[in-house]
């Protein structure tokens, strides 16, 4: 079964490493698209590194930035192309820990879909209102 993790940018360049290496942790099988907004501060060039060192990295570089909701837009597109059958988006800001992704796969044996939340945690983004 194909699986894909989604992972939207801008100007991401201090978290994407240390997402896809604790993506590669888990020892799962997964792809990863990158859909990255115009970053200016270097994403779009660590992205093609990894793309050409993991076969399993890819990317879509948009011209300016269109938002996280037409990211996905394009990211589901785009999987349902290439025929994907599991899509799992994560932020690459840190807030998504690939830790739970094993979790995640085995909700799925059982349910159509799993949605989980972040959020729980009350004044966990002190800046959000």
Same mark, same amino acid.
Not at 1 to 10: A, F
């Given at each position: 079964?194909?699986? $894909? @993790?989604?992972?939207?940018?801008?100007?991401?360049?201090?978290?994407? %490493?240390h997402?896809?290496?604790k993506?590669?942790?888990?020892?799962?099988?997964?792809? @990863? $698209?990158?859909i990255?907004?115009?970053s200016?501060?270097?994403s779009?060039?660590i992205?093609?590194? %990894?793309a050409?060192?993991?076969?399993?990295? *890819?990317?879509?570089? *948009?011209?300016?930035?269109?938002?996280?909701?037409s /990211?996905h837009?394009e990211a589901?597109k785009? /999987?349902?192309?290439?025929?994907?059958?599991?899509?799992? &988006?994560i932020? /690459?800001?840190?807030t998504h820990?690939?830790?739970?992704?094993?979790?995640?796969?085995?909700? %799925?044996?059982?349910?159509?879909?799993? @949605? &989980?939340? *972040?959020?729980?945690? &009350?004044?966990? %983004?002190?800046?959000?209102?």
């Amino acid at each position: 079964m194909k699986k $894909l @993790i989604i992972v939207p940018t801008l100007n991401e360049k201090k978290n994407i %490493l240390h997402l896809y290496n604790k993506i590669n942790k888990t020892n799962m099988n997964f792809d @990863i $698209l990158f859909i990255d907004d115009d970053s200016i501060d270097g994403s779009q060039e660590i992205i093609k590194k %990894l793309a050409k060192k993991n076969k399993k990295v *890819r990317y879509i570089f *948009r011209p300016k930035k269109m938002g996280i909701g037409s /990211a996905h837009k394009e990211a589901f597109k785009w /999987a349902y192309k290439k025929k994907y059958q599991i899509l799992i &988006s994560i932020d /690459a800001d840190g807030t998504h820990d690939p830790k739970y992704l094993k979790l995640f796969i085995n909700k %799925l044996k059982n349910n159509d879909i799993v @949605i &989980s939340n *972040r959020f729980t945690k &009350s004044n966990l %983004l002190k800046d959000w209102p």
